[in-house]
C-alpha cells in the first residue's frame, strides 16, 4: 500500500488544497494570449467565463477543508473583436476574485489562518462534536461583529463567497452563491460593483421611487432577511421572455421562498411587465431545511426539488451532521405554473440526492394546455460526493449489503495519520494517488502509460446518471410520477444544453463523464473529467416508448461509456469525446453555431471548457512553477474534433460553473456608479490593532 502524499515537513496534504484542486493567488487582467488552429467566428466580440473556489486563507486548514468551500475568482477568455480590415480576433485571458464581505474582510485580516465561515466539511462531519461546530460558529459571528466596529475597512454584511455559477440578466452579469443574493460584475473586466436585490446593485444609480419609497429587495425586510435572501447558485433566465428565476431555500419555514424578475430589455425579447415581478413569495408545502442546489424550469413551470439531503442546525438536536442524507424518505418535487407558486403540486419518489437539472419543459395538448411537465436531472443515488469533497469518508448507504466503515480520524487530525486519506471506495491500484482517477506508471524517458485494470462502477449505491421524469397535471390526475429511469449507465453530470432550447424540449444534452467510476465517486473523489457526451434525449425517449424500461432503476441504454467509446455508428444516440491522457476537462457551455437560412440544429456548435495537463505535476503531485491550462473548443457536430486551443498564462483549478456571454450581452451592461477595489491603510489606530490582536487569536 503506497503512502499519502505529504508535505515537506512530513504532513499528509489535504486532496483539495493539491494538485491543480490548489488556489492560485496572482490575477491577471485582460492580457493578450496566442491560441493555434481555426478561431470559429460564433467566438468572435463573446466571452467566456467560469466561476469556482478560490481560498485565499488556507494556511491552517486542517481537515476543514472542502471543494465547495473558497473564495469565488471568475476566469475567462475574451475574443475581443478585431479591428477593421482583419478577421482575426485578439484573445485576452482575464481573472479575478469576486470582492465580496467574506473575501476584502479575509484581506484586510491578514492574521487569519482559517476561512471567516466554518467549512462545509466541519458541518458534514460525522464525529464532528457540537462543542467543535459551536465554536466555529461563534468565531465566524465574532468576526462579523469585529468587521463592523470602528476602524474596520470592510463590514461583512452578506457572507456568501459567491464561488458557485456566472450568469447574465438584464444588462447585468451575475455570480450566485447558496449563502447569499447573486453579485454583479463587469464585462470583460470581471471587476466586482456589488450585490444585487433583485432590484438594483449596490454601485449601480438608486431607482427613482414614488414619494420616496424603498421597496425590499431579495430577503425582504426584517431581522431574518438575510436568511430569506439566500439564494440558489443556479438562477434561471428564461431566453424569450427574459425573466430571472430564482428560489430561496432556509432552515426557517416555510423553508423556500420563490422570485421571479422581469427583465427591463426591449431588444431582441419580449419585455414581461413589471406587474409580474415576485420577491419571496413562499413555497408551501416543503419537509424541512434542505441542501437544494439546482430547479427546474419550463417555459411555464416550475420544479424544486424537496430531496433527503437536510441542512439544519437543528440536526444537532438529533445526533446527526448539520448536512445529513436520509435516503430512505422520499425525494419530492414541487410542480407548479411559473408565477404561482401557491399552486403547487407534490409529487414523492424514492429517496435520491439531484445537484444539477439539464432541461425541463412542458407537454401540450392539442389546444396549447400543459398536461405534464417533463425533467431531465443528474440523479445521484448516494450523497457521497458532499463527504467525499471535503476528504470525509462517506457513511455507509443503508441498502449497502457489505458497507466499509473505517475508524473515524479525529477533524483536528493532521493528515500524516496511517490511512487518513486512503480511498476505500477503490482497489489498491488506484491508490498511488488520491487525485487520480487512472494509474500512470513511468515508461521509457519519463512517459506515462495508462493502467485500464479499474473497472466502471455498477454498485447501484454510486450511481450519477442522466434521470427522466414526467409529472402529469390533467386534473383527473392524483400526483403520481408516470415515468422515471435513466437515459444511460454512464456517469453524466455538469449538464448543458442549447440557448435556443433552453426551458424547451432540448434534442441534445451535453454533459462531462468520466472514463474510470462513477461520478458518486468521482466527483468527490478527485477524479477528474476525462470525457465529454453528447446525449441525443429524443432519440432515447423514443426507444423507451418502444420498450419502456423498468420504473426508478431502468435504464435505455445499458452500454458502458468504454463500448459507447468504442463506437463507429454515425447515427449512435449518444456521443463522446475522450480526452488524452492525463489531460482533464472541466464543464462544458455550448455555443451555437451562426447559419445562413433561419433553420436552427441544436448539434451544430461548439463546447467550451478548461482543460489542464497533469504532466505539469511533480513527483509529489503538485504543479510545477508555470503550469498551465488551456481554453478548448470542440466541434459538438462532430464530438471528436477540437477546432481550437487557446494557450492561457496561468493555470485554471478545477471548479465549477461557467456561462458565455454574447458580444451584444457585453454591449449592453447597465451603466454603474462604482466598482469594489481593495485598499490599503496608511496607518493604524489602536483600536485597529487591538482588533487585529483578536483576530489573531481567532486564528
Known amino acids: 500500500m503506497s503512502t499519502p502524499k505529504r508535505s515537506r515537513d512530513g504532513a499528509s496534504k489535504h486532496p483539495y488544497l493539491t494538485g491543480n484542486f490548489a488556489p492560485v493567488a496572482k490575477t491577471w487582467p485582460p492580457t493578450p494570449v496566442t491560441w493555434t488552429g481555426d478561431l470559429p467566428e460564433e467566438l468572435h466580440g463573446g466571452m467566456y467565463v467560469r466561476n469556482g473556489g478560490n481560498p485565499v486563507t488556507n494556511s491552517d486548514l486542517g481537515r476543514e477543508a472542502h471543494w465547495f468551500d473558497g473564495d469565488g475568482m471568475l476566469s475567462g477568455v475574451w475574443f475581443e473583436r478585431s479591428p477593421i480590415g482583419t478577421n482575426k480576433p485578439v484573445v ?33 462531519n460525522p464525529i464532528s462534536s457540537l462543542i467543535f461546530i459551536v465554536w466555529r460558529i461563534l468565531r465566524s459571528v465574532f468576526i462579523v461583529l469585529l468587521s463592523r466596529l470602528p476602524g474596520s475597512q470592510y463590514a461583512i454584511k452578506r457572507i456568501s463567497v459567491a464561488n458557485t455559477s456566472v450568469l447574465y440578466h438584464d444588462g447585468r452579469a451575475l455570480a450566485a452563491c447558496e449563502s447569499g443574493p447573486p453579485i454583479r460584475v463587469t464585462l470583460p473586466e470581471l471587476e466586482t460593483v456589488g450585490w444585487f436585490d433583485g432590484i438594483r446593485a449596490e454601485g449601480e444609480p438608486s431607482p427613482r421611487m414614488p414619494h420616496g419609497k424603498q421597496q425590499p429587495g431579495l430577503g425582504g425586510s426584517g431581522p431574518l432577511s438575510w436568511i430569506r435572501e439566500w439564494t440558489t447558485g443556479h438562477p434561471k433566465v428564461d431566453p424569450v421572455t427574459g425573466e430571472m428565476i430564482l428560489f430561496h431555500c432556509s432552515f426557517i419555514p416555510p423553508y423556500v421562498h420563490y422570485s421571479l424578475i422581469p427583465t427591463t430589455a426591449t431588444k431582441t425579447i419580449t419585455p414581461v411587465p413589471e406587474s409580474t415581478r415576485l420577491l419571496n413569495a413562499p413555497v408551501p408545502g416543503c419537509s424541512g431545511g434542505k441542501l437544494m442546489h439546482d430547479f427546474g424550469v419550463s417555459r411555464h413551470h416550475t420544479v424544486i426539488l424537496d430531496l433527503p439531503l437536510t441542512l439544519s442546525p437543528l440536526n444537532l438536536a438529533k445526533n446527526r451532521p448539520v448536512v445529513s442524507y436520509e435516503p430512505k424518505k422520499p425525494a419530492r418535487f414541487g410542480v407548479f405554473p411559473r408565477h404561482c407558486p401557491q399552486a403547487v403540486r407534490w409529487f414523492e419518489t424514492s429517496g435520491c440526492c439531484i445537484f444539477h437539472t439539464a432541461n425541463t419543459w412542458d407537454e401540450l395538448d392539442s389546444e396549447g394546455n400543459t398536461v405534464a411537465v417533463n425533467l431531465l436531472a443528474c440523479r445521484l443515488t448516494s450523497a457521497s460526493l458532499v463527504f ?187 456521443k463522446a469525446f475522450e480526452l488524452p491522457p492525463r489531460h482533464f476537462a472541466q464543464e462544458a457551455r455550448f455555443v451555437p453555431r451562426v447559419r445562413h437560412d433561419s433553420e436552427v440544429l441544436e448539434e451544430e456548435g461548439y463546447l467550451l471548457f478548461y482543460v489542464f495537463d497533469e504532466n505539469q505535476l511533480d513527483e509529489q503531485g503538485e504543479c510545477r512553477v508555470g503550469a498551465k491550462s488551456e481554453l478548448w473548443v470542440l466541434d459538438a457536430s462532430t464530438m471528436d474534433r477540437v477546432v481550437c486551443k487557446i494557450q492561457l498564462p496561468t493555470r485554471i483549478p478545477y471548479g465549477l460553473h461557467g456561462n458565455w456571454f454574447t458580444e451584444e450581452q457585453i454591449r449592453r451592461q447597465r451603466g454603474f456608479e462604482s466598482v469594489r477595489t481593495v485598499t490599503k491603510t496608511s496607518h493604524e489606530t489602536g483600536q485597529s490593532r487591538g482588533k487585529q490582536k483578536l483576530i489573531s487569536l481567532l486564528g
Open 92 to 124: 485576452h485571458f482575464v481573472n479575478q476574485f469576486i470582492l465580496t464581505d467574506v473575501y476584502l474582510s479575509a484581506v484586510e485580516n491578514s492574521s487569519l489562518r482559517t476561512p471567516i465561515l466554518p467549512s462545509i466539511a466541519t458541518l458534514v
Open 388 to 574: 467525499s469533497a471535503g476528504n470525509i469518508a462517506p457513511p455507509p448507504h443503508p441498502n449497502s449489503e457489505n458497507p466499509t466503515r473505517r475508524k473515524p480520524v479525529p477533524l483536528l487530525t493532521r493528515y500524516d495519520r496511517v490511512g487518513a486519506t486512503q480511498d476505500l471506495e477503490k482497489g489498491p491500484v488506484d491508490e498511488t494517488s488520491p487525485l487520480l482517477g487512472q494509474v500512470h506508471s513511468p515508461v521509457g524517458d519519463g512517459e506515462a502509460s495508462m493502467s485500464t485494470s479499474i473497472p466502471m462502477t455498477h454498485d447501484d449505491q454510486e450511481q450519477c446518471r442522466l434521470y427522466y421524469y414526467r409529472f402529469p397535471l390533467n386534473s383527473m390526475a392524483s400526483n403520481t410520477i408516470s415515468h422515471q429511469f435513466a437515459l444511460s449507465a454512464i456517469p453524466f453530470e455538469f449538464p448543458a444544453v442549447s440557448p435556443f432550447t433552453d426551458m424547451d424540449h432540448a434534442r441534445y444534452v451535453y454533459g462531462c463523464s468520466t472514463s474510470v467510476e462513477s461520478f458518486g465517486a468521482a466527483l468527490g473523489k478527485a477524479t477528474k473529467i476525462d470525457v465529454i457526451v453528447r446525449m441525443d434525449v429524443k432519440a432515447l425517449l423514443a426507444r423507451a416508448q418502444t420498450s419502456k424500461p423498468e420504473e426508478i432503476t431502468g435504464c435505455v441504454d445499458n452500454r458502458t461509456i468504454q463500448q459507447i467509446l468504442a463506437s463507429r455508428d454515425p447515427t449512435d444516440s449518444i
